[in-house]
Antibody
């Protein structure tokens, strides 16, 4: 059974840092593109970042580029999102999701991030 | 930055047809994907590659794309089809992805 379990969400002050993790199981993790998607409270979905199967290619949404870094450890089956210089507008539920043929077929339950003073 | 534009809401009577549009400049060259999200749940894929239905999605769901507009149609909407629907597509470079703002579908 495919499972994606996010962790690391927390409350942090503006300007702070946080590292999110996503533990994957039930599939060959190193064969799939992985993405982060977030959803601010009461708002729509926002794509955040993606990473290719071997970790050599990454892309970011404009507002997080230069502040967030996506990475993966295929040996451990984990996806990470290092978030720096956090802003109030980064407050959201962060989902990790697997991409198959360009569509997201499995999602985690999300981990909440709150940026507030 | 690239945007996909959706109507904020669509209302439909049970058994009638709901149509949700998604406008984006790159859609003539990029596939559209559609996700439905119910309150408190993770999104679920309901259409991919413009018009292909994943297994488990009822036949009343169909998709199309023409020019800069992709469309998701629910023919004979049911109460269980209520939710927020998001279109999703790459930008013209293919490097980045974008969700539309979402359309709240109400069946009443």
């Amino acid at each position: 059974e495919v499972q994606l379990v996010e962790s690391g969400g927390n409350s942090v002050q503006p300007g702070g840092s946080l590292r999110l993790s996503c533990a994957a199981s039930g599939f060959r993790f190193g064969s799939y593109w992985m993405h982060w998607v977030r959803q601010a409270p009461g708002r729509g979905l926002q794509w955040v970042s993606r990473i290719d199967p071997d970790g050599s290619m990454t892309n970011y949404e404009d507002s997080v580029r230069g502040r967030f870094t996506v990475s993966r450890d295929n040996a451990k089956g984990t996806l990470s999102l290092q978030m720096e210089s956090l802003r109030a507008e980064d407050t959201a539920l962060y989902y990790c999701t697997r991409s198959t043929n360009a569509s997201f077929d499995y999602w985690g339950q999300g981990t909440p991030v709150t940026v507030s003073s | 930055s690239y945007e996909l534009i959706q109507p904020p809401s669509v209302s439909v009577s049970p058994g009638q047809t709901a149509t949700i549009t998604c406008s984006g400049d790159a859609l003539p060259k990029k596939y559209a994907f559609w996700y439905r999200q119910k309150s408190g749940q993770a999104p679920v894929l309901v259409m991919y590659d413009d018009k292909k239905r994943p297994s488990g999605i009822p036949e009343r769901f169909s998709g199309s794309s023409s020019g800069t507009v992709a469309t998701l149609t629910i023919t004979g909407a049911q109460l269980e089809d209520e939710g927020d629907y998001y279109c999703f597509s790459p930008d013209i470079t293919g490097d980045n992805r974008v969700f539309g703002g979402g359309t709240k579908v109400t069946v009443l």
